[in-house]
T-cell receptor
Framework: KNQVEQSPQSLIILEGKNCTLQCNYTVSPFSNLRWYKQDTGRGPVSLTIMTFSENTKSNGRYTATLDADTKQSSLHITASQLSDSASYICVVSGSNSGYALNFGKGTSLLVTP | DGGITQSPKYLFRKEGQNVTLSCEQNLNHDAMYWYRQDPGQGLRLIYYSQIVNDFQKGDIAEGYSVSREKKESFPLTVTSAQKNPTAFYLC????????????FGEGSRLTVL
C-alpha cells in the first residue's frame, strides 16, 4: 500500500527560529510531491509542488527538498513567525495511480513568542 | 476573485437526518473532489468528478452521495447510512483529474448530535 509518513507529529519552536519537517514515502512510481499549509479550521493551501527532476523549491521562507532516490522530502521554514503555526501536510502522487493523492497525517507546528 | 466556496461552514444535525454540503467553484476547473478529515488522520477521498454528469467513488464513499449537474457545482450529501458522519469536510478542484494544483475550499464542519 502506498504510504506517506511525516515526522515529527508535532513541534514547538520559538519565534525567529528555523525548523525542518520530514516526509518519507513509498509511493511508486513517483509523479510529484506537494506540501500544503493548513491553518486550524481552514482549507489547505499549496506551498510547493515538486516533480522527479526537482531537488529544491522555495516559496518565500519555505524551502522544500526532494530526494527521489531515498523517497524523502523535507520542508524547511526559516525565521519562523507566529503565523507559521499550522499543520503542514505532505501529499505524494504516483504516476500510475490516476486520481490517487496519498496524504500524510501532517505535522502540527506551534510557533511561540 | 476565483476560488472555491463551501457552505455552510458549520452544520449540526440529528442522527438519522440527511445533510447536503455545498461546493461551488469559479475557477473553470473540470475536476472536483470531496475529502473527509478526522483528527490525527490524513485526508481521505470520498468522491471525485472528472467532468459534468460523471463521478467516481473514492476510498470511503459508503454513506455518501454526490451529483455533478453543473461544472461549477459538486454538492455532497451525507446520508443516514454513514455510521460516523461527524467530521471536517473539504471540497477541492483542479484543472484536470490528477493534474495541476489542487485548490481547496475552507471546509464544512458537520456535527451529528
Amino acid at each position: 500500500k502506498n504510504q506517506v509518513e511525516q515526522s515529527p507529529q508535532s513541534l514547538i519552536i520559538l519565534e525567529g527560529k528555523n525548523c525542518t519537517l520530514q516526509c518519507n514515502y513509498t509511493v511508486s512510481p513517483f509523479s510529484n510531491l506537494r506540501w500544503y499549509k493548513q491553518d486550524t479550521g481552514r482549507g489547505p493551501v499549496s506551498l510547493t509542488i515538486m516533480t522527479f527532476s526537482e531537488n529544491t523549491k522555495s516559496n518565500g521562507r519555505y524551502t522544500a527538498t526532494l530526494d527521489a532516490d531515498t523517497k524523502q522530502s523535507s520542508l524547511h521554514i526559516t525565521a519562523s513567525q507566529l503565523s507559521d503555526s499550522a499543520s503542514y501536510i505532505c501529499v505524494v502522487s504516483g504516476s500510475n495511480s490516476g486520481y490517487a493523492l496519498n496524504f500524510g497525517k501532517g505535522t502540527s507546528l506551534l510557533v511561540t513568542p | 476573485d476565483g476560488g472555491i466556496t463551501q457552505s455552510p461552514k458549520y452544520l449540526f444535525r440529528k442522527e438519522g437526518q440527511n445533510v447536503t454540503l455545498s461546493c461551488e467553484q469559479n475557477l473553470n476547473h473540470d475536476a472536483m473532489y470531496w475529502y473527509r478529515q478526522d483528527p490525527g488522520q490524513g485526508l481521505r477521498l470520498i468522491y471525485y468528478s472528472q467532468i459534468v454528469n460523471d463521478f467516481q467513488k473514492g476510498d470511503i464513499a459508503e454513506g455518501y452521495s454526490v451529483s455533478r449537474e453543473k461544472k461549477e457545482s459538486f454538492p455532497l450529501t451525507v446520508t443516514s447510512a454513514q455510521k460516523n458522519p461527524t467530521a471536517f469536510y473539504l471540497c477541492a478542484s483542479s484543472i484536470g483529474h490528477g493534474t495541476g494544483e489542487l485548490f481547496f475550499g475552507e471546509g464544512s464542519r458537520l456535527t451529528v448530535l
